[in-house]
């Protein structure tokens, strides 16, 4: 089967959302386009597969979430090379006076300690406000297995980011609020 028209608009129109994604799967830029570019090629070799009428996005992220269990997979077996030059490997600091900029990055760091599953519906749903029998059927659990795991990733994402406070938190009296649209998703899907 050749990809139509209107299927490879439908494919084109969800790349920022599949990079989106991928970014928070993968925790970096450009192993984030790399998986995006390995599924969107699985995807359109295998576009017979794909049945009209259903979700093509959900088909999409079900296909770029098992490129990333596949490449998570390699990188067990064989270990990861990181290049002392990736500058978004090693990250030295941030500057002090910019306090959003130091709750970003510990939501990130907070959010990278979680695990892959966590993170993953955290992402599905919070960020790419996806419903729970939407990310259901993209990673193949029932509904209410998808709505525990989501309880325990937000459980898990506020008891990291309570952890005792930095030296640089402790001399701000601002209270720490990033990320916490994140935590809080879920309760509308």
Do not use: C
């Amino acid at each position: 089967m050749v990809l139509k028209e209107e299927q490879a608009k439908e494919i084109e129109e969800l790349i920022p959302s599949m990079r989106g994604f991928a970014r928070g799967l993968t925790g970096r830029h450009d192993a984030a386009d790399d998986l995006v570019q390995d599924a969107l090629a699985k995807a359109i070799s295998k576009i017979a597969r794909f049945e009209e009428g259903t979700n093509m996005k959900a088909w999409l992220f079900r296909i770029m979430r098992n490129a990333h269990i596949d490449e998570m997979r390699k990188i067990q077996r064989r270990g990861v090379h990181l290049d002392v030059d990736d500058s978004e490997a090693v990250q030295l600091g941030v500057p002090g006076s910019q306090f959003s900029a130091v709750e970003l990055t510990e939501f990130r760091l907070a959010f990278a300690k979680l695990s892959e599953t966590d993170r993953e519906v955290l992402l599905l749903i919070g960020m790419e406000g996806h419903t729970y029998k939407e990310v259901s059927g993209m990673i193949d659990l029932p509904v209410g297995t998808v709505k525990s795991r989501l309880s325990r990733a937000r459980a898990r994402l506020r008891q990291v980011m309570d952890a005792p406070a930095t030296e640089s938190r402790a001399n701000h009296a601002k209270p720490r609020d990033a990320g916490s649209t994140l935590i809080a998703a879920g309760a509308h899907a």
